[in-house]
């Protein structure tokens, strides 16, 4: 907060006041995150948490449409205490408000339902005009992570952080940001180095290292065995994944591929195609270029050099998720000029190609 500049103070101050004017007088709140939801969410989600609550007295739940997956962030979530409720279980009417984060309305990649209008969206990814309708929203499209602007108003609030919090907020601005050295701006910066002196380093080490299960394995050999390239192009299929979390995961190691502009990982989790844009192209529209691949039939958005989407399978047999799949290859080296490029397996080619229908089952 040091580094903040007077008038954005004065805009901190003035959306803290607006976000306690909307909760005032309510004593439960439901806080939805993705579906699946990743370290910037739940940081991001405990920090609401803690700063409603030092505020009045209400009783806070957070919930998701899917469930946590990837071991890192399970680890973040026992070490934070908090337990997730199913939004499928969860009964709306029984909450007085309800504040969406780190996702807004229609994003699709949240389980609320687009009748509902949630009372509150705080978000870092680009605006969507359905967030227009909430009594209250913060989206600010520049930010890194949603953790930085919920520690921001930690910190206009003046609200003691935890350790545990102070670790979660932290290693969510590292993990959406790629340790600072992806789409974070000064705000991101400031907020991490604020926090690294509260922070349980050892803890963030374990969490970061997290164990995981034999699928973690699979699924990378599958995403490995699967790469081909095409011209700057990186693109895998990952069949049915156990954890939707990991279809990103390999999109960012393929886009670690030195000949590589663009990766694209794509996986099967009950009856959606999920799908994961990388680029290290800075000027590229990641985004842009995810609404694309998606079409009308999906979901897509993100930032200019990450993105993600979601394709609904009505009939999710493997052979309509491998045709679904094959379209989208086609739109994505259609997209971006390498239809016409020399298609290779990325670890080589032993003449055989074993990619098969089955994978989706
Ligand atoms: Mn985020």
């Known amino acids: 907060m040091a580094g903040m500049k007077t008038e954005h103070k004065k805009v901190v101050r003035e959306k803290l006041s607006k976000l306690l004017g909307v909760l005032e007088g309510k004593r439960t709140l439901l806080i939805v995150m993705q579906d699946f939801p990743d370290p910037d969410a739940i940081a991001a989600a405990a920090a609401l948490r803690e700063l409603v609550k030092s505020f009045q007295e209400i009783t806070t739940t957070l919930a998701c449409g899917g469930f946590v997956g990837r071991a890192e962030n399970r680890a973040l979530l026992k070490y934070l205490g908090l337990n997730i409720k199913s939004l499928d279980d969860t009964n709306l009417d029984q909450y007085a408000a309800i504040a969406l984060v780190d996702t807004q309305p229609w994003a699709g990649n949240n389980g609320l339902s687009r009748k509902v209008v949630p009372d509150i969206v705080i978000d870092h990814h680009p605006m969507r005009p359905q967030s227009r309708k909430s009594p209250f929203f913060d989206v600010r499209k520049r930010y890194g992570a949603t953790s930085t602007i919920l520690h921001e108003y930690m910190v206009m609030a003046d609200v003691p952080l935890s350790v545990p919090l102070a670790t979660a907020l932290l290693y969510g601005i590292r993990s959406d940001t790629a340790d600072l050295g992806r789409e974070a701006v000064r705000a991101d910066v400031d ?113 200019s050099v990450m993105a993600g989407g979601q394709i609904p399978i009505d009939t999710p047999d493997p052979e309509a998720f491998h045709k679904r799949a094959h379209e989208v290859i086609t739109r994505y080296l259609r997209v971006l000029g390498n239809t016409n490029c020399q298609l290779s397996l990325l670890m080589g080619s032993d003449g055989e190609d074993e990619e098969a229908a089955a994978i989706w089952r």
């Open 191 to 303: 907020a991490y180095l604020a926090l690294y002196p509260i922070c349980n380093k050892r803890m963030l080490g374990r969490i970061a290292m997290a164990r995981v299960p034999r699928s973690y394995f699979r699924a990378i050999g599958m995403g490995l065995k699967n790469a081909h390239s095409a011209g700057n192009s990186v693109y895998t299929l990952l069949g049915s994944v156990e954890t939707p979390d990991i279809v990103s995961e390999i999109a960012d190691l393929l886009l670690r591929d030195e000949d590589t502009t663009w990766a694209l990982c794509i996986g099967a989790y009950g009856k959606q195609l999920l799908l994961s844009l990388r680029t290290s192209d800075l000027q590229a529209n990641a985004g842009k270029i995810m609404s694309r691949l998606v079409g009308r039939s999906g979901t897509g958005g993100g930032h």
